[in-house]
């Protein structure tokens, strides 16, 4: 009990209470300086009401399918080729090099990104080297594009974590399975149907709820890479928070969002922890 | 005495003006903090509540003068005469007691006034055959047609981001069609005061005009300021919209290339009017040496060292006097040609404020997306301006 006090004590000061001020504030009308009022559930008829803050979450569904499907999938076949070779000095390269985005901080990640992106920038340099320069554009400037372009920094940041949990997950399944499999006569796609991917179910979970999380709150990519541009097409809830409390001084609507966004995180994400628990 | 100082990073000017304030007045000394201008603006009110500066470089002052974080200056204009210059200068730093600004005691005093209009690449003006400024805005337009035939960038404005710079554009026709009062009353919050009037619809479908025929680079969704400003001294734009806080550098970047305009008017004659605001420094409400930051402020207006820091790194006009002291500049910089566009400003009394500084957040939320969503071929020129009108009300309201 004595070991667990400290790290209780700094989750309650620095995680609970600041839940429990959020939510208190959500009930008042204050710009942060002077004396708040009390409003009830004025600010989140606000959320609810307001056009772009509904928008914004419907955004962040969207980067769901760049942030968590993209990256879990890719992440999947990258970790079962990985395996086939796993002892070898290759695997730890490929290993290495996969992963690495991942210890990139996101801000650097966004900036290198929005200059690859961008009208000169490499992505649009291949695209005319192979005779696709009508293709080209500002990737993150376009209506059309933006948010899958934010997307593709998302999964690319986050492909590298989903495949090592996945490669750590199969190094764990008995090989002596797949040495069965394998005598009945099973080829690689039913080995990987029939075995690695149900003996994965936790793993899958891990990984499909961290990277949901990452794309429902996401901000710092989106921050660096469009700011919410253009047109609001990249406005994410978190981002929206931002300048609700920062620059439209309306801490209590700001709150009422993140009390919103941190129950649909749970809404979305209890479920299917339910669903990935082993049964 | 030490003050307590809080800057905006990236601007020498009031670190040249402290240090030579200093020279001249040993017993002073600063304390500087610097930051980002939006780090200044979503901090300001916190650290003028609770770490107060003596001076401090100010985002849009209404709802800080509102919440009383900032000291009334109104004593000491009177004492230092500030009440005797062209009322214009402080007309924006003066808030009420309901937060709209224009009239009211004075909340800010500015280091010095900065002017917008359109600057150009003068090797690009001769090659489309433009030997003088354009006298009305359908000269203008000839020029851009004229560099998009002759296969340059004619403007390469700055609109990505949260940052939507064709509002200087968009202002800019504003006041070629119409007048600058009803634009300063909408950004000052008069009743009644609206944006969505017949002649900036005019300037809206104009601006459209533009965008349709191309006039813009192609990627201005996705430019930031500082490409913009790269693209510009690179050769690679003719025109830009812009203020003279960037006179200084151009004249060293693009020394003997670069050239001011102010905004043409519709119709031959007509009066100009340009965006003009001061870099505004304010006292915070609890500050320990009030005093010495007010006349430091003063000095800065009227010291003629101060006044020539102010034009020769500034590049912009000091405040203070009509008749002060003017130091002498190269006739030929561009600096020299925004300070005597300041100049028939002045005469025309078209000095405004920025529309994008009519609320906290109408800028980032409201003109920003709209007018991406114009230059994205999204929103139509009509319905521009009653979207923003329609923020500028919820949000005032």
Redesign the interface.
Known sequence: MALVLPAAAFYSVFVLKSIASTIQYSFYDWNGVTAATFVGFDNYLEVFREDELAGSIVNAFELILFFSIIPVTLGLAAAATIRKFATSRMAMASRTVLFLPQIIPLVAAGIMWSWLLSTDGLVNQLLRAVGLGSLTRAWLGDFDTALPAVGVIGAWVLFGLCMLLLLAGMTKIDPSLYEAARIDGAGPFREFFSITLPSLRQEIGVCVTVTVIAALASFDIVYISTQGGPGNSTLVPGLEIYYLAFFQREIGTASALAVVLMLLVLAVVLPMQRLTRER | MTLEAYIETGFPLPKALMDEFTAQYPNVTFNVREDQFAVI??NA??VL?DDPPDLMRLPQVS?LAE???LLNLDGYAEAFGWDQWPATQLEQMRVDDEGRRGSGPLYAMGLNSSMTGVFYNKQQAAQIGMTEAPATLEEFDSYLQAAKDAGLVPIAQFN???TGGLAFPLQNLMTSYGEATPINDWIFQKDGATIDTDTNLQAAQHLEKWIDAGYFA??????DYSMMMSRFIGGQSTFIFDGDWESGNLDTQMAGNVGFFLMPSATEGGPQAAMSAPLTYGISASAANPDCAAFFLDWAATNEEARTIGVEIGGSRPMGPADAFMPEVDPDTVTAQTLAAGATIGEDNGAMDFIANAT??IY??SW???L??M??G??AAEDLLPAVQADYES?IG
Do not use: F, H, W, Y
């Open positions: 603006t979503q009110p916190r509540a709802e919440d009383g974080l990505g981001g949260a192609e990627d201005i969704n996705s430019m906290g957040s980032a939320k920003t997306p709209n991406q969503k230059v994205a999204e929103l949000e």
